[in-house]
């Protein structure tokens, strides 16, 4: 064996905050990505069989026919993504299925409408008609649209009900 034993690093010092008296730690810096993120999002409704079109989002993630997918549950979304593990496929519709897990944690029905976003990191998710208008309604609460100042430029129509964020 030809091992060799390295010193410890030990990051370079940082500046000492000057301290203001109430003894709490300097906040982290945060940290911004040097491009916006863009998503692919359309809203459609959730068919008899539990599957849902997101032909737009399958294109932008370059996701195949005959693909498999898996889906995973947290409290406001259902995530999709590729995997050989998975059990549902991509159809010859380019439609994904929502599983029956799924449909009854988050009450989805047929014909309920479901917002499909595909952001950049190769992944699905798909939020209920109802929890998309939670967010938006705590959104806008926070942060109300200044009337006359519209960036045209962050939304773009890939057609009628397919939009492209920027």
């Known amino acids: 064996m030809n091992e060799q034993t390295v010193p410890l690093f030990v990051p370079p010092h940082a500046a000492t905050p000057v ?3 109430t003894n ?3 906040l982290p810096q945060l940290i911004i990505p040097p491009t916006p993120t863009t998503a692919v999002i359309s809203i459609a409704r959730i068919d008899h069989s539990g599957r849902v ?3 737009d989002q399958i294109t932008a993630l370059d996701w195949r026919i005959g693909d498999t997918t898996i889906a995973s549950l947290n409290a406001s979304a259902i995530t999709i993504r590729r995997s050989t593990e998975g059990n ?3 159809d010859c ?10 449909q009854t944690q988050f009450r989805i029905h047929t014909g309920d409408k479901l917002l499909a976003a595909a952001p ?10 109802t929890t998309l208008g939670t967010i ?3 959104h806008l609460i926070n942060h109300p649209p200044a009337i006359g100042n519209c960036n045209q430029e962050a939304i773009r129509v890939c057609s009628p009900r397919h939009y492209r964020i920027a």
Do not use: E, H, Y
């Open 19 to 21: 301290s203001d008296g």
């Open 24 to 26: 709490q730690p300097p």
């Open 53 to 55: 079109a997101a032909i």
């Open 88 to 90: 549902a496929k991509i």
């Open 93 to 102: 519709r380019r439609q994904i299925l929502i599983p029956a897990g799924a």
């Open 120 to 129: 950049d990191n190769d992944v699905l998710i798909a939020f209920p008609a």
């Open 136 to 138: 938006l309604a705590a």
